[in-house]
């Protein structure tokens, strides 16, 4: 009844504040704006994965964004249905309908107050960040009162008091925040280059459970971030440090007793540019600095309740078999067992860009472009002790090997009508410590893609794509054909097969075709076939979807 | 399923009633060198640009940046467009924006909307995603990209640029 009652309340809004264009010149009744998306999933039972065994076969998640504006004031809210259930994996908190977030707001040059739900980040995400994922099932918007003032063009200021979207209700955690960035190049009268620094401040108070009231730890669990970075005309760079209170180590989902520890981050970034190249380097270094509303929600497998952003610094891919073995950030004290014991990451990566210009022998007649990425992710290397729960930690030691990558992508045009994507991965993925299975895989990927122009409207493009490793499930082979019969509509076939699998009948192909209408801002798109169950992940965050098989219709739309 | 249909009801009556977002919102997004800047130090601007949303990450949309990065004088000698390149990487993938449009050499303007907020405002869900503004107002935008889609954007430049 409750939804109904909201989506009424969401037509009536339509029917008042829809734009009609002949009453435009008589009164301003301001603007209404939104975007609206559905999928839909029909899971069905499939004789190699085996029954669908979960409740409902048909499933979708909807979102209807709604934004009102008039003058300087602003309010709006996302109305959310998740029926007859989320689809698979998604949170089962999500199994309701109505209005999941709204807001209301006032903005004038200096000043912005937001009363609701609201987005934030702080610097680098790396102490707050609160954003929206929907393909991660990530809506972590704080629901309280947000204050942003500009005193002048080089300072500003933001406060905020929030619980955070948990499910279609608020997480039992308070967080409050502050931020300040400082531009500095005036002040340092600098003309071609900038300056410019930050401090943050997070706190997230919950209460303790009796038992665990030792006074070893707080309610209020503080954390401050001071940041600088300078941009000069070839070269820039950054730090960002992070301390994190002492607070009490939960490991899946339970506290662990007398087990208190600080955490802290250090990010590092360098990087250098001129016409044609490009390169940048990036250390970072995190102890202890999982953060969430909840000390409870520690590890949990939805992405709920996360205060800060600590995504895998390593190249993001976007072909299906570089997909499969994505590395997470390994924030978070674990200790499971005496052989497994984590406290924190130490690594980089390193990305070189380089145009071989038009005219030259490599770069031919349409010149040639290179990325290069190098990344190495270790634990942080000291003295554990399970017993005692106590660590000897070196700072800027290399324990375990975790992970470590290199890729060569080259792009190429050969003439009018044809253009090549050559991509090559060497990866080594420990999955003992990244994913807690067994080993570690050693593996190579190559990649061709091909695209043909057969005019100026129709195009084909074919990918070939193979993973070579002796480990975990062997070697995969996939293949992807996609015809562009207009710059809008589109259909494609892919497939990829796991025929290295030492379990025959585990050698399955995982194949899909689907075509998508795109015109203005909406989007249609329809696929039939088989998902890899595994991990998504968007941004260095990942979420686990098991396999299934069946259809899935998307559509999306802004107005 | 009921409540499928309600939101298909709501979905359809809003297509019929509403007409398309016709702004650009006063959004507050960064330059590359980190300083802050308004929407609408953009959008008070005469003349036709383009918004084209896209990330380091995103296959398709750096091959449209590319394909347009080709012919991008011939379009600016013709029409006077401007192309404004949004990021919309977050601080996992931001510092690669840099490097990579001096390596690939596009001549773009480039903006960053590092919490998507700008995204958001637009509604856009998927990228890439180009929006045609002129004189600050929308008059095209569409997503995803294929091989020929340039051809079919310079079309409406030149279309709204006369």
Redesign the interface.
């Known amino acids: 009844m409750k939804?109904?009652i909201y989506?009424s309340l969401?037509?009536v809004c339509?029917?008042g504040f829809?734009?009609n264009?002949d009453e435009e010149d008589k009164k301003d009744w301001g603007?209404?704006?939104?975007?609206?998306?559905?999928i839909?999933q029909w899971y069905n039972d499939d004789t190699s994965l085996g029954k669908f065994a979960e409740e409902e076969h048909?499933r979708?998640n909807?979102y209807?964004?709604l934004?009102y504006?008039y003058g300087n004031w602003f309010a709006g809210m996302q109305i959310e249905?998740y029926?007859?259930m989320p689809l698979l994996n998604y949170s089962p908190k999500l199994d309701d309908?109505g209005v999941a977030l709204y807001y209301a707001m006032y903005r004038s040059k200096k000043l912005e107050v937001t009363v609701g739900h609201f987005?934030?980040?702080y610097g680098?995400?790396?102490i707050l960040?609160a954003?929206?994922n929907?393909p991660l099932g990530i809506n972590n918007a704080f629901r309280g009162a947000r204050v942003k003032f500009d005193p002048s063009n080089s300072v500003?200021l933001s406060a905020m008091y929030g619980r955070q979207r948990d499910g279609f209700d608020v997480s039992n955690g308070d967080i409050y925040g502050f931020n300040s960035e400082f531009?500095l190049?005036k002040l340092l009268k600098l003309e071609s280059?900038?300056v410019?620094a930050g401090f943050s401040y997070v706190g997230r108070k919950e209460d303790i459970p009796e038992e665990f009231q030792n006074g070893e730890f707080d309610e209020l669990t503080n954390s401050f971030s001071a940041r600088l970075?300078y941009?000069g005309e070839s070269f820039?760079s950054g730090i960002e440090y992070i301390v994190k209170d002492k607070d009490i180590i939960v490991n899946s989902q339970r506290f662990i007793e007398n087990f208190v520890e600080n955490g802290s981050a250090l990010l590092l970034?360098f990087?250098?540019?001129?016409?044609?190249?490009?390169?940048?380097a990036?250390f970072r270094r995190l102890e202890n600095m999982n953060f969430f509303s909840e000390r409870e929600a520690a590890g949990n497998v939805f992405n709920e309740n996360i205060v800060n952003?600590l995504?895998?610094?390593t190249?993001?891919?976007?072909y299906l078999l570089t997909n499969i073995y994505v590395y997470q950030a390994q924030a978070a004290i674990t200790v499971p067992d005496p052989s497994l014991l984590k406290y924190g990451e130490i690594g980089g990566q390193i990305?070189?860009?380089?145009?071989f210009e038009k005219g030259t022998p490599i770069g031919g007649k349409?010149?040639t472009?290179?990325?290069v990425n190098a990344a190495y992710w270790a634990g942080l290397k000291g003295d554990f002790n399970f017993t005692d729960r106590d660590a000897n930690i070196d700072y800027f030691g290399f324990g375990q090997k975790y992970f470590s990558e290199f890729s060569l992508e080259v792009?190429k045009k050969w003439s009018r009508k044809w253009q090549s994507?050559f991509y090559y991965v060497n990866q080594y993925y420990n999955q003992r410590f990244i994913t807690d299975q067994r080993g570690v895989v050693n593996s190579n990927i190559g990649v061709v893609e091909s695209?043909y122009?057969i005019?100026?409207?129709?195009?084909v493009?074919a990918e070939l794509q193979h993973l070579w490793t002796q480990d975990d499930n062997g070697s995969w082979a996939g293949a992807t054909l996609e015809f562009?019969v207009?710059?809008?509509l589109?259909f494609y076939v892919n497939d990829i097969y796991n025929y290295g699998n030492d379990v025959e009948d585990e050698q399955i192909h995982f194949y899909n075709a689907g075509g998508?209408y795109?015109?203005?801002?909406?989007?249609f798109a329809i696929n039939y076939g088989r998902q890899r169950g595994g991990l998504i992940c968007v941004?260095?965050v990942c979420r686990f979807v098991p396999q299934s098989t069946g259809l899935t219709v998307n559509?999306?739309?802004?107005? | 399923m009921k409540s499928i249909m309600s939101f298909v009801a709501v979905f359809l009556l809003f297509t019929i009633q509403a007409t398309a977002q016709k702004e650009i919102p006063n959004v507050e997004v960064k330059n590359l060198d980190g300083t802050s800047l308004n929407m609408n130090q953009i959008t008070q601007e005469k003349g036709v640009k383009i918004l084209s949303f896209w990330a380091t990450w995103c296959v398709p949309c750096i091959n449209e940046l590319d394909a347009i990065n080709e012919v991008y004088e011939d379009w600016q000698d013709e029409t006077n467009v401007e192309l404004i390149a949004i990021a919309t990487d977050d601080s996992r993938t931001k510092k690669r924006i840099k490097p990579l449009i001096n390596g690939k050499g596009w001549e773009y303007k480039i903006l960053l909307d590092d919490n998507q907020d700008l995204q958001r405002a637009l509604n856009i869900t998927t990228i890439p995603h180009v929006i045609v503004i002129k004189d600050g107002e929308i008059v095209f935008r569409h997503t995803g990209y294929f091989p020929g889609a340039e051809n079919q954007l310079y079309d409406v430049v030149k279309k709204n640029s006369k």
């Open positions: 939804k109904l989506l969401a037509l339509t029917v829809a734009q264009p603007r209404l704006t939104g975007g609206f998306e559905s839909v048909v979708s909807n209807l964004k934004d504006n249905s029926a007859p309908s987005y934030e980040q680098s995400g790396l960040r954003w929206e929907r500003s531009d190049s280059s900038t410019s970075d941009s820039y970034n990087g250098y540019f001129k016409q044609g190249l490009g390169i940048d990036t952003y995504p895998g610094l190249k993001q891919h976007d990305d070189v860009f380089y145009n349409y010149g472009k290179v990325a792009r994507i695209t122009r005019n100026s409207k129709q195009s493009r562009n207009t710059p809008r589109s998508s795109a015109r203005g801002a909406t989007r941004g260095g559509i999306t739309t802004a107005f």
